[in-house]
């Protein structure tokens, strides 16, 4: 059974779940019904960053035009242009054995596309959530559910999944950013 979490709670993701390698961080998302002539499109970025909490290069940034990072450990699934349909609306394969060890994080973010020329934020967006899943079993270990309102951001850091010692653990991040994935990028290290 999953766990539902809170944002800022932490969890341990592998300790219990000897032998958890593959997963898949599944995101989804509904937009509120507005008038502003213009689709929404979210997209999910994860960040690869070292102890400094930054990448050490493009490559550790995964996203629809960056599929996936040099050592194959996190594989982007696809760019969802519409949100539609239930379930999952994007999601990120990881091999946590294939990820590089100076990798310390894995941040998952959502952005809304051209955010500001459509006067769109997450304040349209309602029932946003990412869950973790061991991909051996399709058991589902881990629930966020974002429940705040986010007025004014076009960014939101969702999640991460972070190193503590030989184990991996999970923490609910929910942190807004406003400037969408330009700022997204510059706070962690690459610019556009």
Known sequence: MAINLSKGQK???TKGNEGL?????????D??????GHEFDLD??????GENDKVAGDSDFIFYNNPQDAAGSVIYGG??????GEGDDESVKITLSKTPAAVQ????AVTIHEAESRSQNFGQVSNAYIRIVNLANNEELIRYDLGED???????VVGELYRHGAEWKFSAVGSGFQGGLAALCGNYGLSL
Request: charged share 20%; hydrophobic share 40%.
């Open 11 to 13: 969890v341990d993701l």
């Open 21 to 29: 390698d593959q997963i898949m961080a599944g995101l989804g998302w």
């Open 31 to 36: 937009t509120n019904k507005y008038d502003g």
């Open 44 to 49: 999910v970025s994860v960040f690869l960053t």
């Open 79 to 84: 760019d969802n242009r519409t949100g539609d």
């Open 105 to 108: 994080k894995i941040v998952f």
């Open 150 to 156: 986010y007025s004014i951001e076009t960014a939101i």
